[in-house]
T-cell receptor, first 117, second 113 residues
Framework: DTGVSQNPRHKITKRGQNVTFRCDPI?????LYWYRQTLGQGPEFLTY????????KSRLLSDRFSAERPKGSFSTLEIQRTEQGDSAMYLC???????????????FGPGTRLTVL | EDQVTQSPEALRLQEGESSSLNCSYT??????LFWYRQDPGKGPEFLFT???AGEEKEKERLKATLTKKESFLHITAPKPEDSATYLC??????????????FGSGTRLQVQP
């Protein structure tokens, strides 16, 4: 399968614990995005990488959140001192650098469902 | 603040009963409007990109159209497998960042046999 993959698919943790999620983008895609989605809502943008550089961060990305993409391939999203409000689906997407016809078409992974007890 | 509003929130159709979903936006400087399909527990699946008013794109039973204020996703003779949540998103780099998409809350479509 050559799509975006995310691990784990589900994570249950206790409040105050740290969690880390991994995203492997489509291999030829140099752009990678993280979104958060709560029940009944559309995804909300968190952050964006081009290669290994983190170029954009949403105000939703508090100090407890950190994302990395050290070699410009896979990315990790860490949440420290989790809170119940962090419970959500965390989605990763990737896109190619392409021209006008493929501008910013983002392809999503299956997501990681986080439940904070 | 940018607004992307989708209507209706939920729609129930009989198999073969054509209908349209609406996505309206209150942004200027739109650089693209995107439609995605999302099945329960899965990530959004890309359907279409529209860049300019008057543009139309089709895929199987789906056709997306764009005006200066809204987009429609027309579903012709739907089948039960078309049941999903349909999301639209806009890209307006000057406002929300070069690569961020702003999503609506989606329309939950159920097609009954």
């Amino acid at each position: 399968d050559t799509g975006v993959s995310q691990n784990p698919r589900h994570k249950i943790t206790k409040r105050g614990q740290n969690v880390t999620f991994r995203c492997d983008p489509i291999s030829e895609h140099n752009r990678l995005y993280w979104y958060r989605q709560t029940l009944g809502q559309g995804p909300e943008f968190l952050t964006y990488f081009q290669n290994e550089a983190q170029l954009e961060k949403s105000r939703l990305l508090s100090d407890r959140f950190s994302a990395e993409r050290p070699k410009g391939s896979f990315s990790t999203l860490e949440i420290q001192r989790t809170e119940q409000g962090d419970s959500a689906m965390y989605l990763c997407a990737s896109s190619s650098p392409g021209g006008q016809d493929s501008y910013n078409e983002q392809f999503f992974g299956p997501g990681t469902r986080l439940t904070v007890l | 603040e940018d607004q992307v509003t989708q209507s209706p929130e939920a729609l129930r159709l009989q198999e073969g009963e054509s209908s349209s979903l609406n996505c309206s936006y209150t942004v200027s400087g739109l650089r693209g409007l995107f439609w995605y399909r999302q099945d329960p527990g899965k990530g959004p699946e890309f359907l279409f990109t529209l860049y300019s008013a008057g543009e139309e794109k089709e895929k199987e039973r789906l056709k997306a159209t764009l005006t200066k204020k809204e987009s429609f996703l027309h579903i012709t003779a739907p089948k039960p497998e078309d049941s999903a949540t349909y999301l639209c998103a806009v890209h307006r780099p000057e406002r929300t960042g070069r690569r961020a998409l702003t999503f609506g809350s989606g329309t939950r479509l159920q097609v009954q046999p």
